[in-house]
């Protein structure tokens, strides 16, 4: 048995660290934290000191049983969890559940899983941090405070299994505050005047008005001030100039670029950056510090000298913006500035290199640049028109990386040819386009992400999991608007003569961009008409100082916790007793037929229209909003359309075709089957020959392709790509075989292909028993006995799985039958006649 045990969180973490230590370590991972609070109760002492109630829950019984015999074979237990809050608490929930001896347990920490960090921990080894510990508290305890006491309001007093938190609900405001605005914008039209010029070598290029007209009029006047006008060069000026990189990527900036020029979302990224790091390739990625140290930068200097010459080196150093930014921790750089790119999955290559390129460019040389500003005159009116360009002297730093940005609008500055002041000039064309004024732009995942973090909400390790959260809670999506077309008018003078022409373009298209959804706005307003101060920026950062100050030993957390909820709690009693119940109900007219009110609100099941009320004698009329239609944005018109569906169109073959809206979806159903309408399509507007012109593509995409083994092959496309269909088994068709030319031996050769696979992943199989044991994704397994399947963490080793241990796991996992409720009787009395 090894004399010294060092414990990680990961796998990953553990399996490259065992590389750099020798045969007297032994080097295991607790999967994360070993303990949390209760999930079926509020686990705080709300009455006392809030103290919390941590467990171990079911899944981390057997890892905690495995540390707890390793810990006590070793002289040494080193606890080498992350260097941050979440990181310090892991070890301090170690050393608290597993009883280690204070005498033979060390802290350890380090920045990057290289071998020289790692020996370097060991060398310098500390106690654990119990202001970071109560950090971690403060903030798991606050928000389970917010999170388990809202959230029971907001069943009874909106919807059912909705949910509340500290941190996302504020991102969820954020989000709709931005499409309230977004639906309340009304564009104005202005008219932007660009022109093309040569010059007396024919060398063409582009300028513009600095001004815009308000009016076609206007616009149409200033072009005709240009008839048989000419123009020449009044002033040129030239200004040296220059451009430094920006620094080293935060966790916030690498979301944000991460998302701008790899289109990844916040929580892929964060995966992706997770596995680099724990294979030693970068830094570690939770942190607000654009510091780096002093052997990164010498680092980086050596390489640069070496790949790109001296004169391209600046060692630098950053001062970060974060208030509460940890400068002894570093930016994310690679751990070695020599290895430009890395063998391994091809995404996390692609972070890799973007994370390599900002830390390089960031000790770069500025690029040096000279730009040109001219200004030309026209002899038939007093405008100037105004033409920049840049031309790059030494590329310095843009040799290797430019950063992006967020502004749609931003034109980039071309190179103008040589000119001189008095030169005269050729007008090629002026044209005036009409633009319009844009609505403020929906956030994406970075964006908001940049948002949070100016107003100080959240923290680097909190940022992923929120956007995630407000997703999985269905209060907002990702949006999926192809946009609409706008036309717009554009005169071009040409020669001698003005011309118009009428143009098009599509404008509103989000795709990918937040959008909150019905549930996710009448949650907001109620959370925000009755807990103004939870849902306030200001409190929510403030509440972030707090954590801060905890952290560097400053306040007290239970002292914290008290002023939080004092205040708090009374507020959720009185919401909880005497709000009225938020539907975010809508009156959109009356019903034409019976006078009866129509309406829009948040039922049971969704957004709904309604006709009727609950008062009137008879029961109101219901109908769900399609996807795509929203509380707020839905026409009284729209509205009364839903109650004509489902829609009879007539008979096919002996069946009767109805049309009608889905949750997935308009279709058309044709006796058992259900035939989903093409994007777009009004199932109002769908007539019966377009209704069996779908059936019948239906039916003929169903039709067997080939019978193997007597049974039917089918091929379709489903979410994940093209697919064969056999004996219930869905295989998908890969990029090497050609999908609309299979031949019958590809088929064969993929369904055997499935057929092995199948044989494979089998672990156990005791027949009689109907149960089984299959390897699952992720190094897990499942064990399966009909429709009861029960998955299995990584640290089970299910090969050594006995029958009565599969039994007895099933017996404690497997959902409980709900007994049938008795009725209550009650004795009916009657009178004798």
Known sequence: MAKNLVIVESPAK???????????????SSFGHIADLPSKELGVDVDGDFKPKYIVSKDKKDVVKKLKDLSKNADMVWLASDEDREGEAIAWHLAETLKLDKERTRRIVFHEITKNAILKAIENPRSIDYNLVNAQQARRVLDRLVGYELSPVLWRKVKGGLSAGRVQSVSVRLIVERERDILGFKPEASYRIDAEFSNQAGKSFKAKLPK???????????????LGASFKVADLSTKPAKKSPAPPFTTSTLQQEASRKLYFSVSKTMTMAQR??????????????????????????AEIDSAYGSEYSN???????????????????????????????????????????????????????????????????????????????FEGFLKVYLEGNDDE?????????????????????????????????????????????????????????????????????????????????????????????????????DKGKLIPTDVGMVVNDFLVNHFASILDYNFTAKVEQDFDEIAEGQEDWTHVMKEFYQEFHPIVEDVSQNAEREVGERILGEDPATGKVVSVRLGKFG????????????????????????????????????????????????????????????????????????????PLSTSLDR?????????????????????????????FGPFIKWNGMFINVNKKYDFDNLSDDDIVSLIEEKKQKEIDKVIHNWEEEGIRVEKARWGRSNIIKGKVKIELPKTVDATKLTLDKVKDLIEKNAPKKKTAAKKKTTKKTTKKK
Do not use: C
């Open 14 to 28: 553990a399996k490259t660290i065992e590389k750099f230590l020798g045969k007297e370590y032994t080097v295991a």
């Open 276 to 301: 680099l790091y724990e294979a030693g390739l970068i830094t570690y990625m939770r942190t607000d510090s654009v510091n780096l140290s002093v052997e990164a930068q010498n680092g980086a200097k």
């Open 315 to 393: 060692p630098r150093q950053y001062k970060g913006k974060s208030k509460g930014a940890q400068e002894a921790h570093e930016a994310i750089r690679p751990t070695d500035f020599s290895r430009h790119s890395v063998n391994v999955d091809y995404d996390q290559q692609r972070l890799y290199e973007l994370i390599w390129k900002r830390a390089i460019a960031s000790q770069m040389s500025d690029a040096r640049l000279e730009r040109t500003n001219v200004k030309i005159d026209a002899n038939t009116h007093k405008e100037q028109f105004t033409a920049n360009g840049e031309v790059i002297k």
């Open 691 to 719: 209704a069996i012109e779908l059936i019948d593509a239906k039916e003929k995409a169903d039709a067997p392709i080939y019978v193997y083994e007597n049974l039917p092959v089918q091929k379709g496309k489903g979410r």
């Open 607 to 682: 957004p709904m229209v309604q006709i009727g009320t609950a008062d009137d004698e008879d029961k109101p009329k219901f109908a769900s909003l399609p996807p795509g239609q929203t509380l707020s944005g839905i026409t009284y018109e729209e509205a009364m359309d839903l109650f004509q569906l489902p829609k009879e169109l007539g008979v096919y073959k002996g069946e009767t075709i109805v049309v009608n809206n889905g949750r997935f979806g308009p279709y058309v159903r044709f006796g058992e089957k259900f035939v989903s309408l093409e994007k777009g399509e009004d």
């Open 212 to 226: 815009n007209f308000k009016t076609k009029e206007e616009a149409e006047a200033f072009l005709k001030k240009n």
């Open 409 to 509: 609008d931003e034109e980039q500055e071309g190179i103008l040819p040589a000119m001189k002041v008095q030169e005269s000039l050729f007008n090629n064309y002026i044209s005036a386009t009409e633009r319009f004024t844009r609505a403020p732009g929906r956030y994406t995942e970075a964006s908001l992400v940049k948002k949070l973090e100016e107003l100080g909400i959240g923290r680097p390790s909190t940022y992923a999991p929120t956007i995630s959260t407000i997703q999985n809670r269905n209060y907002v999506e990702k949006g999926s608007k192809e946009g609409e077309v706008r036309n717009y008018i554009q005169m071009i003078l040409s020669g001698d003569a003005v011309s118009e022409k009428k143009l098009s373009e599509k404008v509103g298209s």
